[in-house]
């Protein structure tokens, strides 16, 4: 199995159409205006990669932002397996889960992928909160997961 058909799994479970990679290779499904998470396999890496980006790091974070961030990844519990991380130049939060491929069943991509997204949209909510941190996680995604592929 190699990614095509296990996207293409996910995109019959949930009544997609279109759902195609880009010229990189990369799968990308948007939730709500919210986020776009992104779905990849580089070429003999042997694993499975989800990514999202959370939100831009305020202008006005300091040392104790960057140390709310430190403490969610802590034993990856908040972040349930995914770790927390910033890109190249510092400026976009991400949470960004690998997986080695072999263990992931094609009819089981789309638990992994709703799971996944759904602790993202919990992230993004308490980082975006009033206070940074202070808002305590949504129980479940309301309304429930409605991804579409990104045009």
């Known amino acids: 199995m190699d990614l095509k058909e296990a996207m293409a799994t996910v995109e019959a479970q949930m009544g997609l159409q279109g759902m195609e990679p880009d010229e990189d290779g990369l799968y990308q499904l948007e939730y709500d205006d919210r986020l776009t998470l992104t779905v990849f396999s580089p070429p003999d890496s042997g694993a499975l ?87 305590a996680p949504p129980d479940h995604l309301d309304p429930p997961l409605h991804l579409m592929p990104r045009a």
Not at 73 to 101: I, K, M
């Open 49 to 135: 990669y989800l990514a999202a980006s959370l939100m831009e790091v305020p202008v006005s974070a300091d040392a104790s932002f960057f140390q709310q961030l430190l403490k969610l990844n802590f034993l990856l519990l908040d972040t349930r397996g995914a770790a927390l991380s910033l890109d190249d130049e510092g400026r976009q939060v991400h949470l960004c889960l690998s997986l080695p491929f072999d263990l992931i069943e094609p009819d089981r991509l789309l638990n992994l992928v709703s799971g996944f997204l759904e602790t993202a949209l919990e992230l993004q909510t308490r980082l975006q909160g009033q206070d940074g941190f202070d808002t």
